[in-house]
């Protein structure tokens, strides 16, 4: 039988590191996929997933269950990618060089598409829709993100990010007219290059 999430963190303060692991497995790729659609790039997602694990572990203790496990962790990984990209924005104010962005994107199920024509169109809409995506305001990207990438509700996207169900809702939808705006362009101009 499964445990709940709560169940494994009451186990994680009694010093169970199996515990620990497992939940590591459960949200590993979830926190790894919001982190890669917020910070566009698979070397700094790996990095922040990471992080997010080493805060979760260090203040796991800290938990109230005052909100869901997954609520709490996608708060811990949102703020640490807002900080990345808070860094980021700093360093190139400072530095002329930008970072280079990673062109490698895995398709989760590869070997069920034996395709190339298909493997190719859907290696460029992933580049496409990622490149749109890292284009949103970091308060839009991150709504969108969390609502369309990780199915969280608005309730939760608004405990996560500690403003209300309206900034939500608002910060979505103009995501989401950005996004539909700017491929609407590329099919009209006659689709992917």
Known sequence: MELSDNELVKQINNGNQQAFTELIQRYQHKVYNSTYRILGNHEDALDMAQESFIRVYKSIGKFKGNSSFSTWLFRITTNICRDELRKRQRNLKTDSFSQAKDQKKTLKNLEEIDNPEKITMSNELNATIQKKIDQLPSKQKTVF???????????????VLEISIGTVKSRLSRARIVMREDLYKIIENGGLK
């Open 145 to 159: 993100v969390l609502r369309e990438f990780e199915g969280l509700s608005y309730k939760e996207i608004a405990e």
